[in-house]
């Protein structure tokens, strides 16, 4: 009989088996409930990579004291809408939530507020701080530094992270929520097309030998993944990383180890622009479906035309109504923890 | 006898002329030696086809009523750090460096500030706003939205802009300035490798078939440049158009003209923030230098490993010492003005 690779799971039999598990493992009983939300709710938007699924690496990080449960950010020093934070190596999720909820207020009060945080773990899905700021009816972008994972533009040897970005836009019937890593690719990715047997659609990295491929096996011998745009990404890639040191006052890229298990110490910058303080906010909803609109008038060339997040609240309306997709042994194992 | 299709002239002359010839359409005195400033600081620092070459075509517009001399930005509304300006279709890179100057002083007093700009023209070099706020000792982000130029990921119509974007971070030895489009080749390059009959050394773009190539004359028939990172470019710059509106309150790329002669209304941003303000300047610098030698450490993989705008003091100081280059019969007809 052959297992079912991945079982639909009701979203709140989910959050409540990853927040028993938390609890157990040091969290207190809110933030225990929130992390487990915030893992449920990635794999309830369809990022799999980075909800459930990827929960086993979070319980080993906080086994092996990669993250602290119990820490929480403090304030290190501030000046008028920009603040900075030391997050005490706590859970990346928690901290991130929190950054951008403290981005949110000083956009209350400032109109933009802007908050650095340093010495933070892993945040997971990225999207989710857009989406929280969206959803407090602001805009939210925020980003991150990572490990050395990308070679810069000219060099074979990683250096740079691939370093997410998030931009979002609320709007009524639907947030515009821009999520993405500055490689073309993530491993992830990669190793995927190539356990289907597929090409990448466009080329994605180098061979060994330094030639343009879209052949994921051939990426992953050389470890030279593409950044977006070739040059351009990989100059993106290094203005990201030296802003959220900069304001952090944390580590950047090169200082973190290279290693996904013992990733830490990472720098992130949340900001949020309160655009209705000095406009109409009826004017900005209709400036957004405006958009929208305008892209869906676009002459297909085959591809679906789709905005920024358009396909989030399908996919989460789908995934509430039949259960969140989580990898069957994951899961399995997740309830014997 | 073969005329040269470039010559070198002396930075100050080609200030001094620019400017008469402004001061001839109407601008006030210092205001005509600004723009003029701004013009030759582009080929100054390597920019030719945003700076001098570029200043017939700003001749046009300001004879076509295109562009305001005499217009100045007005103050729309504020909030804290958050501030909205009418452009009043102005001279862009006049409104921009004001809108520059304007995040600065915000950012002086709040930490961070932004100013949202609407009804602009052109900015022409985008980069002189990065350098601006960088010679401040601030960061600088800006972005502006254009004329639809560019296919969104998906289809065949060019219904977004390349939304140029700028992020500068001051650094003592040589700040660090990312100016970059958002499509992966500008119509400028794609023609200039055409005109030496050379392939673009990455895909460009797609054929009238749907193909990508790296041909650029089958790009010009197709009017379909790419993106970087082709969905995620496409994503990226539906956002910066969509924050650039619904900031500035001003137009989106859809309800601009697609006419480059005619291109006006635009709406842009910027941002400065002071890392000095929550932190010790001498580690913002540490900090950038650390950065820019790791990256040196890169292995090569025969192209140089630079980080963005590391060409540009070198070519500004052997500009500044050989004199500016610019079109040989451009600069006779501006003479001739």
């Known amino acids: 009989m052959v297992e079912p690779t991945e079982i639909r799971v009701p979203y709140d039999d989910l959050v409540n088996v990853l927040a028993r598990i938390l609890l157990e493992l040091g969290f207190a009983e809110d933030r225990a409930s929130r992390a487990a939300g915030l893992f449920a709710n990635a794999s309830r938007d369809g990022v799999y990579s980075h909800g459930v699924n990827r929960f086993p690496r979070f319980v080993r990080a906080l086994r092996n004291g990669i993250v ?20 005490c190596l706590g ?22 507020g802007c908050v650095a945080l340093a010495n933070t773990n892993h945040w997971m899905r990225g999207g989710n701080y857009g989406w929280q700021a969206a959803d407090a009816g602001v805009i939210g972008i925020c980003w991150t530094n990572t490990m050395p994972n990308l070679p810069p533009w000219g060099a074979s040897d990683p250096r740079l992270g691939n370093n997410p970005v998030i931009i979002a836009v609320p709007r009524r019937e639907g947030h515009l929520v821009l999520d993405m890593a500055i490689s073309q690719f993530s491993y992830g990715a990669i190793e995927s097309y190539r356990l289907k047997g597929q090409m990448l659609p466009v080329p994605g990295g180098f061979t060994v030998e330094g030639e343009l491929t879209s052949d994921p096996a051939a990426i992953e011998r050389s470890y030279r993944p593409l950044p977006i745009g070739y040059w351009k990404g990989s100059g993106l890639a290094l203005m990201l990383d030296l802003l959220a040191g900069v304001l952090s006052g944390g580590k950047t890229t090169h200082e973190l180890p290279s290693d996904p298990e013992r990733e830490t110490r990472l720098s992130q910058v949340f900001i949020a622009i309160n ?11 209709a400036l957004a479906d405006a958009v929208v609109e305008d892209l869906h008038r676009a002459k297909s060339s085959g591809a679906p035309v789709r905005y920024p997040g358009e396909q989030v609240l399908k996919t989460r309306s789908e995934n509430l109504a039949r259960g969140i997709p989580v990898n069957a042994s994951i899961w399995r194992d997740l309830q014997q923890l």
């Not at 859970?91 to 933009?112: D, K, T, V």
């Open 68 to 87: 602290d449960p119990q820490a929480t950010p403090v304030l290190i020093s501030q000046f008028g809408a920009l603040e900075r934070w030391d997050g």
């Open 91 to 112: 859970p990346g999720m928690l901290n991130a939530y929190q950054c951008m909820e403290r981005a949110i207020a000083l956009s209350g009060a400032h109109g933009i």
């Open 275 to 285: 655009p209705n303080s000095i406009g109409p906010p009826e004017r900005v909803n």
